[in-house]
């Protein structure tokens, strides 16, 4: 039976080893790595930017820094903290440099471990298992500029896609599994990673007090995502007495179309 990796204890505990971080690096962004220090609940001294930021899993070599966020789907609205987490690995390397020039190539890869609940601007929803963020310039013919490289990768395996790439695939399926069929997982044991993360996160290979942080976790995010239901629940009633529409009161609080719907129902 394989421990949860929506779990924060469970997924740190796989993915801060070296043999699973440098494969899934490698199947993930095709390039390697060699692992030096992995840190977790990484903060820069001095503040970057404006926001206190905490990057869940961090390590980096000479020429790249490579940053590992896991965030549940009550979370995967705050893309734009995604994006200022990113752009601040950028603009951090900008302190002790004597010229406008950056040294190592940034990449920052979310795993998000449930639906989204979010859409576009125009309001439709986004179901894509694999969203991609490049910082290279292209022309007016659609032609790219390989200048800088920094990428940042979002993963959802919620939305399967046939596209997905096989290497990418072994991975979704090994998050998923652990979450919804964790005593009868079907994964690629031939990749060494997923071999590796396997071993290390099955439940007779957790320590107890590894259980112990674990249940704790669990405990917590699910009386935070209850308090957070409930403040979202108390917005979108008032906002549904001011007259706003349903898509409206989704993206102010991050309801679902469907749950604000049963709200108007109640309320008629």
């Known amino acids: 039976?394989?421990?949860?990796?929506?779990?924060?204890?469970?997924?740190?505990?796989?993915?801060?080893?070296?043999?699973?971080?440098?494969?899934?690096?490698?199947?993930?962004?095709?390039?390697?790595?060699?692992?030096?220090?992995?840190?977790?609940?990484?903060?820069?001294?001095?503040?970057?930017?404006?926001?206190?930021?905490?990057?869940?899993?961090?390590?980096?070599?000479v020429d790249k820094r490579i940053c590992i966020e896991i965030q549940r789907v009550e979370y995967d609205h705050h893309f734009s903290c995604f994006l200022h987490y990113f752009l601040m690995l950028i603009a951090e390397q900008q302190r002790n440099a004597k010229e406008y020039h950056?040294?190592?190539?940034?990449?920052?890869?979310?795993?998000?471990?449930?639906?989204?609940?979010?859409?576009?601007?125009?309001?439709k929803p986004i179901l894509d298992e694999v969203l991609l963020l490049q910082l290279n310039p292209q022309n007016l013919k659609g032609e790219i500029r390989d200048l800088y490289g920094h990428q940042f990768v979002c993963l959802n395996p919620n939305h399967p896609d046939n596209d997905t790439p096989k290497q990418i695939r072994d991975w979704l399926d090994l998050i998923y599994q652990s979450i919804h069929s964790p005593e009868r997982p079907v994964l690629n044991t031939q990749n060494e990673g997923i071999r590796k993360a396997i071993e290390l996160i099955s439940f007779e290979n957790l320590t107890p007090e590894e259980r112990t942080k674990a249940k704790n976790k669990e405990a917590t995010r699910i009386t935070v995502a209850k308090i957070e239901n409930r403040r979202n629940l108390e917005i979108a009633q008032k906002l549904i007495a001011l007259g706003l529409d349903n898509l409206t009161i989704a993206k102010g609080t991050d309801l679902t179309l469907e749950q604000i719907e049963q709200l108007r129902n109640i309320k008629e």
């Open 102 to 123: 950056i040294d190592q190539t940034v990449y920052m890869i979310v795993v998000l471990t449930a639906p989204y609940t979010i859409s576009q601007k125009n309001g």
């Open 1 to 61: 039976m394989l421990g949860n990796l929506d779990n924060e204890v469970i997924f740190k505990k796989a993915f801060t080893d070296k043999v699973v971080f440098r494969t899934f690096v490698k199947d993930v962004l095709g390039i390697d790595f060699e692992v030096g220090k992995i840190e977790t609940e990484k903060k820069f001294n001095p503040k970057i930017g404006y926001i206190d930021f905490e990057l869940d899993i961090y390590a980096e070599s």
